[in-house]
């Protein structure tokens, strides 16, 4: 085939994508009306989840199930991820909050699950984030809470203590790699900025490479490439993104101690989604700890249900002295026949108990 006739006939081709894609967008604008008029036979209020984790799933296998190349697998999976965020945007203003200024990993992380086509509010602190979702003020948000080097992300778990209301829809694993940026040579450098997170994960490079630099915490890795632009003699340890963003160099990439440095995220909604036979749950209890062995027989009722229990971690509850908030995530929802038999019996042994 020639040039002009393989050009000819991508031009035909794109004509016709065009057509598709308004047609599903039509037929995604049919989804959000059946489910407005559900929701209206019912007697509830408000507007319908029009993000669906379990249906944008099934939707991934699909189309991973119907591609024979040469497009990779991942390749379309992106372009339905636009697809699908455009669909989303059309049936509802959206508006997703995350961890700001922009450039953190949280709105990385947030692009990468909803796409360019909603709407992104920046939050100062990771509160903030569950404050807005927990008023209506926003969608959905989105917020770290665990790294796999540096572990639990307490303020998220601590926001969970003061909003119990929220809900968690998803899960999103970003992998992180950290690097230092300024306007200066490293042996001009005097002062770092960055997330306690982010100076967990390259202690060991900055104690061979500036022990003697200052290490000051701020609320994010872009807010620390924002002050590390505007101050003298000063870096941040923030994404390569930043580095464009707020106009530093890199001074040193991956600066990590683990190379496989994994952050996870989670979507915060109104609701959580239903089950899918392939599920996670996150659970939130007090035990009474006058009560001998409150905390071992509340875990004993999992396994007794066969339910694997993935993480624990606890928080201090804030309600009095030495009492912590528990948060022990199982695999299951709290749906599943199982699930809901261990929840109803654990209540035996908890103060309270919330199912996030």
Not at 14 to 22: T, Y
Not at 167 to 181: G, W
Request: with cysteine.
């Amino acid at each position: 085939m020639d040039l002009d006739t393989a050009r000819s006939k991508i031009a035909e081709v794109d004509r016709k994508l065009v057509d598709m894609l308004n047609e599903r967008a039509r037929l995604s604008l049919n989804v959000g009306s059946a489910k407005r008029q559900w929701l209206k036979e019912q007697g509830a209020e408000g507007e319908p989840e029009v993000y669906v984790p379990g249906q944008e799933k099934r939707v991934f296998e699909k189309v991973r199930g119907l591609n024979q190349g040469p497009l990779s697998g991942d390749s379309v999976c992106a372009i339905y991820r636009e697809i699908m965020s455009a669909s989303i945007s059309l049936q509802s203003d959206v508006s997703v909050g995350y961890l700001g200024p922009p450039g953190t990993f949280s709105h990385q992380a947030a692009m990468n699950r909803f796409g360019d086509s909603l709407g992104y509010v920046p939050f100062a602190k990771i509160e903030d984030v569950v404050v807005a979702v927990a008023k209506e003020e926003i969608t959905y948000g989105l917020v770290p809470v665990e790294n796999s080097t540096f572990g639990a992300v307490v303020q998220t778990l601590d926001s969970f203590i003061d909003q119990p209301s929220v809900r968690i829809r998803a899960e999103v694993y970003l992998p992180v790699t950290q690097s230092l940026l300024s306007r200066y040579q490293l042996s001009a450098i005097r002062k770092v900025y960055s997330h306690p997170q982010a100076f967990g994960q390259s202690r060991k490079w900055l104690d061979q490479h500036l022990p003697n630099a200052a290490r000051v915490d701020v609320s994010s890795t872009a807010k620390a490439a924002e002050l590390a632009a505007a101050e003298n003699y000063t870096a941040s340890i923030s994404s390569e993104v930043c580095a464009e963003m707020y106009r530093l160099d890199v001074v040193a990439k991956d600066i990590t101690s683990t190379k496989d440095n994994t952050t996870r995220f989670l979507v915060l909604g109104q609701s959580s989604d239903g089950p899918t036979g392939d599920d996670k749950s996150l659970v939130m209890f007090t035990v009474d700890h006058r009560e001998p062995g409150a905390l071992c027989s509340a875990l004993n009722v999992f396994a007794k249900y066969k339910i694997n229990q993935t993480a624990i971690n606890s928080r201090p509850s804030r309600q009095r002295r030495w009492h912590y908030m528990f948060f022990v995530e199982i695999i299951g929802h709290e749906m599943d026949e199982n699930v809901a038999s261990a929840l109803d019996e654990i209540k035996a042994y908890c103060l309270d108990l919330v199912v996030l």
